[in-house]
């Protein structure tokens, strides 16, 4: 077994024997998201999204909750954190890169989509 293996199993083994896990929803708990701008009082960043194969890429304005980036860096010392969302996975993505580049980190251990 190679030194790469050795180290995956013994992080995830840490994961399961030290931290708990949190799945946060992404819509209407960490960020809202709108296509227009007057339903939002702050913009924070903007995606674009592909919603389908040949399709054009949406934009998509977000507006993260106060304290988003503070609750991630608390949460991470102590918990594994999963993100779900009932959006599709290209939105998912999109919305943990935004939020990582705000953090300056990697929050997210798994995303959960449809």
């Avoid at 083994?13 to 007057?38: G, M, R």
């Avoid at 507006?63 to 999963?82: A, G, M, N, T, V």
């Avoid at 993100?83 to 890169?97: D, M, P």
């Amino acid at each position: 077994m190679s030194k790469s293996n050795l180290a995956n199993i013994f992080e995830y083994n840490y994961v399961l024997l030290v931290k708990k896990t949190i799945v946060l929803d992404i819509d209407e708990t960490l960020v809202f998201a709108s296509t227009n701008s007057n339903e939002l009082k702050k913009i924070d960043d903007v995606i674009f999204i592909k919603m389908a194969r040949f399709g054009s890429p949406i934009k998509a304005l977000l507006s993260f909750r106060p304290y988003l980036i503070y609750l991630l860096d608390e949460l991470s010392k102590e918990f594994e954190i999963i993100l779900y969302t009932c959006g599709t996975a290209a939105y998912a993505k999109a919305f943990a890169e935004s939020v990582e580049r705000k953090g300056e980190k990697q929050y997210f251990d798994h995303i959960l989509s449809l």
